[in-house]
């Protein structure tokens, strides 16, 4: 594959996957806010608008070009994402573009062996947008964080869980200007990287679900926790590999038997919130926001795989 072609797939399956969770990172800051804090929920409304537009566009450039892994992993969207976003606008009032997700779920995959100068500029164009974007967003976010752990803020959602979100906008900016630049990756010294990135998150998942079930929700309180100490130990593994302490192939494969399940864990999460079957104060889409993430971690793991091997 030429890196023209190379380019453009990968960076509208960034924005696809990225440009939602950036999205919803916008909405749950919006959601998160006191009476008192209106221009910041205003603020966190007018990201998430933008989000919409970003994304919107990603998506009329991706009919035909990504690559059918990407829109087979459920990362882009799952079973369930239009069904969270309806009962989500439901409890809140807030209006989410449910057409967004269902002209996402009828992309078709390409092969990716025609990609003309145009669509390549268009490309360029759309990463600069969302690198410029999402840094006022992770100043936006940075901002909240500082204004909370100085006492001159309350929000509903934890300080580790808006720490988490910039990591997230961290990576997107990061992922994006590589490929501005061109630069070719080393996939095993990546591998390794993602690896630590995405077990911490998924660590963190396991804490906010904790967090957020219901005292009575006593064995999903365990299970979640059981996670969370699970993740730390692979978060670990994979800085040790790093380092050449622990073999590289042995992490993704602890890794990827621990995702399997965690995704499993949240899919029948998401499905239990939609069915109200579960005490929690989880907004729905949070269940499907995290889902997303553990599927598009599973796709990067039997990528690395194929590498190792």
Known sequence: MNMRIDFVRQSLALHLFFGRIMKEHSFFLQLSFMPRDAGYTQQADAFRLSYDGLLREAVSLSNGVVSPEVLQSGEVVTPYTINAEMLTTFYTGIQIPT?????????????GTVVNPALEHRVAQLNQRAIDLTGSLIQFKAAVLSNVLSCKMFTVNYPLL????????????RMLQRLQNREIADLQREALEQEAFWNRIMAEHSKFIR???DPTEN???ITANNFGNEFDQLTAEALAAMEMTIPPDKVTEDSLRATLRIREFKAQGTLGLLECKIRSIIIPLLGDHVLREANRYLRLLKMFSRINT
């Open 211 to 213: 967090g957020l079930l």
């Open 219 to 221: 064995e999903l309180f």
């Open 162 to 173: 808006i720490e988490h979100i910039m990591r997230e906008a961290r990576l997107y900016v």
């Open 99 to 111: 057409d967004l997700t269902q002209a996402e779920t009828e992309l078709m995959s390409g092969n």
